[in-house]
């Protein structure tokens, strides 16, 4: 059963601890994003990445951080420095990113941090 | 800035009629389009995609392109109670310069069709 998978679905934690959230796929993709989403905000693009061992910044990448040594995994790591990480966490995949008819994203779960 | 614009609603409608969402984009140069569906709390599901100018029809789904106007819109026929739900409509951009192509999402119609 092809698809992608976030864990934790909820996630907690204090102020100034840093944590990890996981993000697997078993489609094949290249391509893999991380997206913040507040309430009432539409999808806000952290990082991504096109290929393995490589990855760029999005548009609010900073407090974040992470890494694509696997094809299937891209972890994204909120650091202590991002000021107001409380947020719903989504990571997608697509075939590839390079493509001007850019393919379609498929997204995870998610996973929800609060951080008090 | 790229942007994507799309009403936030609500938009009501009776059960059984057609909702109408609708998204205009900035970037004229975006040639993908999708349409996304969020049901409250859970990860947006996609819909439709559309590439080309005219209509792409998919079951009670229609999506609509006109890239003159820089405009696209989502048609449910028939709609149902389970089409409740959060819509979003996101666009292609280019990214950085670097000849990566991203998306970039309008911030969601909420529809609620009254049974």
């Known amino acids: 059963d092809g698809g992608i998978t976030q864990s934790p679905k909820y996630l907690f934690r204090k102020e100034g601890q840093n944590v990890t959230l996981s993000c697997e796929q078993n489609?094949?993709?290249?391509?893999m994003y991380w997206y913040r989403q507040d309430p009432g905000q539409g999808l806000r693009l952290i990082y991504y990445?096109?290929?393995?061992?490589?990855?760029q910044k999005g548009d609010i990448a900073e407090g974040y951080s992470v890494s694509r040594e696997k094809k299937e995994s891209f972890p994204l790591t909120v650091t202590s420095a991002q000021k107001n990480p409380t947020a719903f966490y989504l990571c997608?995949?697509?075939?590839?990113?390079?493509?001007?008819?850019?393919?379609?994203?498929?997204f995870g779960p998610g996973t929800r941090l609060t951080v008090t | 800035q790229k942007e994507v614009e799309q009403n936030s609603g609500p938009l009501s409608v009776p059960e059984g009629a057609i909702a109408s969402l609708n998204c205009t984009y900035s970037?004229?140069?975006?040639?993908?389009f999708f349409w996304y569906r969020q049901y409250s709390g859970k990860s947006p599901e996609l819909i439709m995609f559309?590439?080309?100018?005219g209509d792409k029809e998919d079951g009670r789904f229609t999506a609509q392109l006109n890239k003159a106007s820089q405009y696209v819109s989502l048609l449910i026929r028939d709609s149902q109670p389970s089409d409740s739900a959060t819509y979003l409509c996101?666009?292609?951009?280019?990214?950085?310069?670097?000849?990566?192509?991203?998306?970039?999402f309008g911030k969601g119609t909420k529809l609620s069709v009254i049974p």
């Open positions: 559309i590439y080309s100018n």
């Open positions: 489609l094949n993709h290249d391509a």
């Open positions: 997608a995949s697509s075939i590839e990113g390079t493509s001007a008819h850019s393919y379609e994203q498929y």
């Open positions: 996101a666009v292609t951009t280019a990214y950085s310069g670097a000849g990566s192509y991203q998306l970039t």
């Open positions: 970037d004229r140069g975006s040639q993908s």
């Open positions: 990445s096109q290929i393995v061992n490589d990855f």
